[in-house]
């Protein structure tokens, strides 16, 4: 174990593998003196988890997280092995651990969380989970086997509100509207009522399929909320000001995708007893995650890197970028590796249309499926005269360097945001990969 902590330090499952090969059952003994939080969902999970870990690290507990994004099981395995000491210890640790949707069921074969949270379900790598149901199937499968487990979920999730388990719920959500929309987009995800397939009502939308639903036809509506949102004081391209349950919060992330997942770190952390004042130190403080709306100084040119994987997501990345007055840049990434999903017709769900009407210097296009791209911002509006194509990593690196403008937003999917930090790290631009 040592001799793997030393040559495998970061974003690896390999230390995992070799020990599931020594011991299938190793995770119930070396995760035995841990209260486990485990979050899982599509979107959001690395900054949930994050964010939560923070709170916690704040509160002077001792605890672990897998920050490196390594949310498979022999990664989270991995994650506890690093951390292992032969040195018996009665005090009770905490472990924050992100887990990927489908590997929820081998986690909790040998581990019963304190918590398992859950942000949402959206379309994504739909040659992998298939529709938003069959991922909550693959989700349930492993909550089912731990009923003691308090369950932290997304109210505004319309699929969370009828799950017939018996374990302790919580929800959290948004109490008041940060826009006037109540009409759910064609391309929205979960629409229809879980109980009488009728489409749903809102009283008001989040964004995507989120928000205060309601069953015109058989009355099935949104679960009473614990802990909300009653007041959006500030939205900017730096972060939001908030009232959560009557007091003010800064969160240091934008967008409103970002105040869920405070919402939810904020959730499990009064769960844990977590002091509110403790909660606001973190949440105006917590550094982004990697690749999650990480901001870079290249040669003076500020970049900020943006996460894509589908379209609620990409949607919410451009209506927080359009928050943003000044000359801007945009950097588009797209990759169809396993990783990404092989299938990138789901950018034609992307409402990139909204961008059309930014003040724009420079597009540059880039990644494994660059032309796809290329002929979606030319549907949108966009003139393709001024399309810079970069067919690697070097190119693209020469056309930020180049750029006017006060921002660079560099929107790509997971393989090619990691093979851009990797190589911005060559340059010296990123400190660590991981």
Request: proline content about 2%; aromatic content about 10%; overall charge neutral.
């Amino acid at each position: 174990m040592t001799l793997s902590k030393s040559i495998f330090q970061g974003g690896t499952n390999f230390p995992g593998k070799i020990a599931l090969k020594l011991d299938k059952n190793i995770l119930k003994t070396i995760a035995n003196n841990y209260e486990v939080i485990l979050i899982t969902g599509t979107n959001g999970k690395t900054t949930t988890t994050s964010m939560i870990y923070s709170i916690v690290k704040d509160s002077k507990r001792p605890v672990i997280t897998n920050n490196t994004g390594a949310n498979m099981y022999t990664g989270i395995v991995a994650c506890f092995i690093s951390n292992y000491s032969f040195k018996k210890s009665t005090e009770k640790k905490i472990a924050v651990i992100e887990v990927d949707e489908a590997n929820l069921k081998f986690v909790t074969q040998y581990i019963t969380p304190k918590v398992i949270t859950i942000t949402n379900l959206f379309r994504d790598q739909m040659d992998r989970y298939g529709e938003v149901y069959t991922t909550l199937k693959k989700i349930l499968v492993g909550i089912e086997k731990v009923p003691e487990s308090t369950l932290v979920l997304n109210g505004d999730e319309s699929l969370f509100g009828n799950l017939n388990l018996t374990n302790d719920v919580i929800y959290y959500g948004f109490g008041t509207k940060v826009n006037e929309n109540k009409i759910v987009d064609i391309n929205a995800d979960a629409k229809f009522c879980t109980i009488c397939k009728s489409p749903y009502s809102y009283n008001f939308i989040t964004y995507n399929h989120l928000g205060d639903f309601y069953c015109p036809v058989c009355g099935y509506k949104r679960p009473e909320l614990t802990y909300f949102v009653d007041k959006v004081i500030d939205l900017n391209t730096s972060g939001s000001s908030v009232n959560i349950n009557n007091k003010e919060y800064y969160i240091n992330q934008p967008g409103t995708y970002n105040i869920y997942n405070a919402l939810c770190a904020y959730s499990v952390a009064k769960v844990l007893e977590t002091s509110d004042n403790v909660i606001e130190h973190s949440l105006k403080t917590v550094a982004s995650s990697f690749g999650r709306q990480e901001t870079l100084n290249i040669d003076g040119t500020e970049v900020k890197i943006i996460l894509v994987k589908n379209p609620a997501g990409y949607d919410e990345a451009v209506n927080t970028i359009n928050l943003d007055k000044r000359t801007i840049n945009l950097s588009l990434l797209l990759n169809d590796n396993y990783a990404d999903g092989k299938d990138v017709s789901w950018i034609w769900d992307v409402n990139f249309e909204r961008l059309t009407s930014l003040d724009v210097n420079k597009v540059m296009i880039s990644g494994i499926r660059l032309y796809d791209m290329a002929i979606r911002l030319k549907v949108a509006g966009f003139s393709s005269d001024s399309f810079l194509l970069c067919t690697d990593e070097e190119a693209l690196l020469k056309e930020i360097k180049s750029c006017n403008g006060e921002i660079v937003y560099v929107l790509a999917t997971y393989t090619a945001m990691i093979n851009l930090r990797k190589f911005l790290h060559t340059k010296g631009y990123i400190n660590k990969i991981w």
